[in-house]
């Protein structure tokens, strides 16, 4: 167990150096100065120096990979000239409302995700089956953007039951009893959460039902079933149990996806969480978030992924033993 | 004079869809191809996926022939925001350009960019996993955590800081970066397959009567690797196609006036509320030609590879 985390946090650490490399030659090959303020902002030269200076641009490129390096390492992500503070401190303030998302998408999905999968391997054949799998491959298909704007049009435009963007009713905030805050708070979840959920429960619907189908060939499944155990029995304590241990691993990799959705449909919501200002960095050319959004969804994708194969080796000793 | 045009082009994919039945339903001849074909006509939702792009690309190839207006053309004041209506089928936007032209152009333009960043991936990624797979050892370790680490960033992520750092971005260059994005996967695909097929005895006799790595690649590696890399592009270029439009809707992909399915959602958005028309009709557009790819793709990985068939 120990090994396998050891080994498991070398690679992330392989990927992330690898990852920092590629932004810094990115940030290198960019056209223009990333701390050249955009014209029509006037800026004195010392000001514009000091910047070059503190992150090494006016040194020779093995030193200033050196220094981005050691700066990345030390959490220092660079300065953000759209906001004028610290990229690490915007990050502090937005990682942790996209986490939130992360986590209500996440869980919502894969509860969807997994009773449509263990509903069409029980059904399969039928119509219902057919259905399931095709509504859910159409969702897959749409663009998250427009899933979320329609989304936003149906619900809150046309039926106005949710609010449409932001977390919380800021007016009706500083009166509200606590309690009030959350439900409003949890009002303001349901569309971004369910545009997540539909974008990926396909994936994770069409994994379930395929290693529930592997799952009821086995043979002690063959001997239950000889044995006269009732059917909804079979399905819930023999097959599932079996074919639900593979579904953690994809958890990680689903984390990408919903990472990558989470910006436009943050955007659209005007969820105040990375994608939101990854998104609105794009207009103001913000080299430094930028970069610095690339770094951090890449360390929270790895970070979920070797979670997953810790849980996975937790949950299977066969894992554990190999 | 526009029905006519519109009855003249359905003939035209009609007659073509049913050239291609027919050619499927012909089981005379045993040859591989002949069965893999009738593999793929025997699922239904596979066979419309393909009447479907048929019809998408022949819309799109015929596009100026087939617009009942001016994509880019500012029609008259008074037409902003127009409702769809007989002379409008899909309304007008926010400059009263119609909607419906606009999209035919946008469906042409994003088509072709999907089409064509998708054969440059494909390209790197099958030289990328070739070369990881056949030489092994330090350099394929190599190569395999650089593939990890581009798999750890989302793509629209990394699509947006390229797009950023580059601002405004040519056709042609969102082409080049939107192949550059969406090889990973498949060169990880390509390594598995050849890893397995070099320890085939075919490429042992091969390298007995002489035969050189480079001849090998050729003449077994990829022919080989053909199957499951056609079925991995079939299947990308639906998110090619869904990343473009991403792009182009926070506007750093196709520049403004030039329509793609993505910037006109983009030029729909602000008037959701009032003229919804604007962003839904190239969205549906768009989802009628993912899902198409991707029953498509489905379609064909069960024909090309027979034993996956009873699995699902």
Redo the contacts between chains.
């Keep these: 167990m120990r090994r396998l985390l050891a080994s498991r946090l070398l690679?992330g650490i392989?990927?992330?150096w690898?990852?920092t490399t590629?932004?810094f030659v990115?940030?290198h090959?960019?056209?223009g100065d990333p701390y050249a303020f955009r014209e029509g902002v006037p800026v004195a030269p010392e000001v514009l120096q000091h910047w070059r200076h503190v992150y090494c641009l006016d040194r020779p490129v093995s030193a200033q990979y050196v220094c981005y390096l050691r700066s990345v390492a030390s959490g220092d992500l660079g300065y953000s000239l759209s906001q004028h503070r610290p990229v690490r401190d915007i990050l502090i303030d937005y990682v942790p409302r996209t986490l939130e998302l992360m986590f209500f998408g996440m869980l919502a999905s894969f509860a969807l995700g997994i009773a449509l999968g263990v509903l069409e391997a029980r059904r399969r054949g039928t119509f219902a089956d057919w259905g399931s799998r095709?509504i859910s491959?159409?969702f897959?298909?749409?663009?998250?953007?427009?899933l979320a704007?329609?989304l936003?049009?149906l619900f809150a435009?046309w039926l106005p039951i949710f609010p449409i963007s932001g977390i919380e009713n800021v007016i009706a905030a500083p009166t509200n009893s606590w309690w009030q805050r959350a439900g409003d708070h949890l009002r303001h979840l349901v569309l971004p959460v369910t545009t997540l959920m539909l974008m990926t429960c396909a994936g994770i619907a069409r994994f379930q039902r395929?290693a529930m189908?592997d799952a009821m060939r086995l043979d002690f499944v063959v001997t239950a079933r000889a044995k006269g155990v009732p059917e909804h029995a079979i399905a819930g304590h023999h097959v599932l149990r079996n074919a639900l241990l593979p579904v953690i691993t994809l958890a990680g990799i689903t984390l990408?996806?919903l990472?990558?959705?989470a910006?436009?449909v943050e955007?659209?919501f005007s969820w105040p969480g990375m994608g939101y200002i990854?998104?609105m960095?794009?207009?103001s050319?913000?080299?430094a978030l930028?970069?610095s959004?690339?770094l951090v969804?890449?360390v929270l994708?790895?970070l979920g992924?070797i979670a997953a194969d810790v849980l996975y080796a937790i949950a299977d000793p066969r894992v554990r033993a190999a | 004079m526009f029905a006519l045009r519109w009855l003249a082009a359905g003939i035209l994919v009609v007659s073509l869809c049913a050239a291609l039945w027919r050619l499927a339903r012909r089981r005379d001849s045993g040859s591989r191809f002949q069965g893999a074909l009738a593999r793929y006509a025997a699922h239904p939702?596979a066979v419309i996926a393909l009447a479907v792009l048929i019809v998408l690309y022949c819309v799109a190839a015929f596009a100026p022939w087939l617009a009942s207006h001016d994509p880019i053309e500012i029609l008259a004041p008074s037409l902003v925001n127009h409702a769809p209506s007989a002379t409008f089928v899909f309304g007008t936007d926010y400059a009263g350009r119609d909607v419906f032209s606009r999209v035919l152009y946008g469906a042409r333009l994003s088509l072709t960019v999907a089409l064509l960043a998708t054969l440059i991936s494909v390209l790197i990624g099958t030289a990328y996993g070739v070369t990881a797979g056949f030489a092994g050892g330090a350099l394929d370790a190599i190569m395999m955590?650089?593939v990890?680490?581009?798999?750890?960033?989302?793509?629209?992520?990394?699509l947006?800081?390229?797009?950023?750092?580059?601002?405004p971005l040519s056709v042609t260059s969102l082409v080049i970066v939107l192949g550059l994005t969406a090889w990973f996967a498949t060169s990880r695909l390509v390594r598995a397959e050849v890893l397995s097929i070099k320890e085939r005895e075919m490429v042992a006799a091969a390298r007995a009567l002489g035969a050189r790595d480079l001849a090998i690649v050729r003449r077994h590696v990829l022919p080989n690797v053909l199957t499951p890399v056609l079925v991995a592009a079939t299947l990308g270029v639906?998110g090619v196609i869904?990343n473009e439009?991403?792009l182009s809707?926070?506007?750093?992909g196709v520049p403004d006036p030039t329509p793609s399915l993505?910037n006109i959602?983009r030029d729909g958005?602000p008037y959701?509320?009032s003229a919804?028309w604007v962003?839904?009709f190239p969205?549906l557009a768009?989802?009628i030609t993912?899902?198409a790819y991707?029953?498509a793709g489905d379609g064909l990985r069960d024909a090309m590879d027979p034993r996956q068939v009873d699995?699902?």
């Design positions: 690679q392989a990927v992330v690898v990852v590629l932004t990115l940030l090959l960019a056209p095709g491959l159409f897959y298909s749409m663009p998250d953007f427009w704007l329609m936003a049009l435009y395929a189908l990408p996806s990472l990558g959705g910006v436009l955007l659209i990854t998104a960095a794009v207009g050319r913000d080299y930028v970069t959004s690339v969804t890449s994708v790895v992924t | 939702s955590r650089i990890d680490a581009f798999l750890a960033i989302p793509r629209i992520v990394l947006i800081a390229v797009g950023t750092l580059w601002s639906a869904i439009a991403a809707f926070l506007g750093i993505g959602i958005t959701l509320a919804w962003a839904l969205g768009l989802v993912a899902l991707n029953l699995r699902s």
